[in-house]
Structure formats: C-alpha cells, structure tokens
C-alpha cells in the first residue's frame, strides 16, 4: 500500500533535491512561524516542483533549476534560491506565481 507523503513531507524532499544547504532551508521553512505560515510555505515550493516538472523532461533542469541564474524580467539575472532565501513568505510566494506562469508560454 503507498502513502501519501505529508505537504512537509514533501516540501522537504523538493528542498533535498535543490540540495540547498541547511542555513537556507532554515530561511525558507522557518521553524519559529505559525503552523499557517508552514503550510502555505510548503504548498509553495510543492508547486514550484509540480510546475518545474511540468516545464521540463530533464530530471537535471527540474531539480536544478532554483540555483540557476535566470533571465526572465521577474529574475533579471538573479538565481531563483536566491530570492526566496530571505526567507519572506512574499518571496517565495512571487517565485512561485512566476514559475507557474511559465507553464502557460
């Protein structure tokens, strides 16, 4: 029988395969927020790992795409990790918006 992972569950299996390094993990799953402010972190970068499965085959690009410098407007150069680092839910809430939108391009 397979079981469901648990949204925090999977978000930290997407962060083990951004291999980040465990400073910023702790940015972007902080573990002094509200139990709200987890869930909706972890909803997050789950769809930034739907949405980046979605937009490429290769294993490689989905998995490493978040430490890659990016050109797009919304990046401008800058690497995805890099911006929700900071640990604001608003960054990693605009990342998100953007990767999804590449979906639709």
Known sequence: METQLSSKDAANQVL??????????????????????????????????????????????VNQFMLMKNYNPFFNGRRPIDIISNGELKALYEVTKHIRAMEYR
């Open 16 to 61: 083990d395969k951004w291999e980040i390094s465990q400073e910023v993990r702790d940015a972007i799953l902080p573990t002094d927020e509200s139990s709200k402010n987890n869930a909706c972190r972890y909803t997050l970068i789950n769809k930034i790992d739907t949405s980046l499965q979605r937009c490429f085959n290769n294993a490689d690009n």
